[in-house]
């Protein structure tokens, strides 16, 4: 009986091995596909001509207008969102009120969304034929197809990723190490920067990374809103289809690889965040 139990679990333990090295292969297969092999696409047309070519693509006074435009939209939008992300996760994970379900609700449908929408969705506002368009055009204000209408679309694709990193993690803490401090004399803003904000800090850190590389590659909403105006409000992921188009594809690989090494120093980061909020954890275990 004993032999063909023990039988039974060689059996299944060889099963289990085969079936996880057959996922491992596969996704492994998945990711040089569809991962992988692009992005060494990008880097290897950018540097098709070598790197005299590749350096005089962001000498184009419209490439480095882009990036300039990118990192501005980017300095404007992240800092609004890690405001409104510290203040929603603070409200939803430490308070009880009326409309809370609806505020976790509106947090997310910029994931339920398409770009393209709410991009759409300004046009409609802030456009000259939209709602507010007669009263922005008397006052000479203008919003779509400049700085304003752009950083209002990458707000909106974006403020989710800090709010949606803080709210879990907050709502695990509790509340008993504010309560604690209040106890003992703290006010809300010093209990808020002593407790809060440094039980959260990993996680926040997270959230504004993901926010700051979804600002600087958004396309959809930015595309809509944008018009499309060379060295004014073309953005870098604009930039780039606007130079694919014109056939120029060492110029258009080239701003794409910049894209590219934006996206992999995020995952660095992630990485680094990651081991850093593991080592953290298990440091208070051991405590």
Request: glycine residues 6%; contains cysteine.
């Amino acid at each position: 009986m004993s032999e063909q139990i023990s039988k039974k679990f060689h059996r299944v333990v060889e099963e289990t091995t085969l079936i996880r090295r057959l996922l491992i292969a596969i996704t492994v297969m998945f990711l040089a596909l569809v991962l992988l092999l692009p992005l060494a696409l990008v880097f290897f047309e950018a540097l098709s001509r070598g790197w005299n070519a590749y350096w005089e693509s962001f000498a184009d006074p419209d490439a480095q207008a882009a990036i300039w435009l990118t990192l501005v939209v980017a300095g404007i939008s992240v800092p609004l969102n890690l405001i409104f992300g510290v203040a929603a996760a603070w409200a939803v994970a430490k308070f009880e009120f009326r409309g809370k379900s609806l505020l976790i609700t509106l947090i997310d449908l910029p994931f339920s969304v398409s770009p393209v929408v709410a991009g759409l969705i300004y046009i409609l506002l802030f456009g000259a034929q939209g709602v507010f368009g007669k009263w922005l055009s008397a006052y000479n204000i203008q919003i779509i197809f400049a700085l304003p209408g752009i950083v209002l679309a990458t707000i909106f694709v974006t403020f989710p990723f800090v709010a949606r990193e803080l709210i879990p993690l907050m709502q695990e803490q509790g509340t008993s190490e504010e309560e604690a401090a209040l106890t003992l004399g703290a006010s809300g803003w010093r209990m808020f920067f002593t407790v809060t904000l440094p039980n959260a800090r990993w996680a926040l850190l997270y959230g504004v990374l993901l926010c700051n590389a979804r600002a600087m590659g958004e396309f959809g909403a930015v595309s809509v809103v944008s018009g499309h105006i060379r060295g004014l409000t073309n953005t870098m992921p604009l930039n780039v289809e606007i130079l694919y188009n014109e056939y120029n594809a060492v110029a258009a690989f080239s701003m794409a690889s910049l894209l590219a090494m934006l996206a992999i120093l995020t995952l660095v980061a992630k990485a680094l965040l990651e081991w850093h909020y593991g080592n953290e954890l298990s440091g208070r275990g051991a405590h």
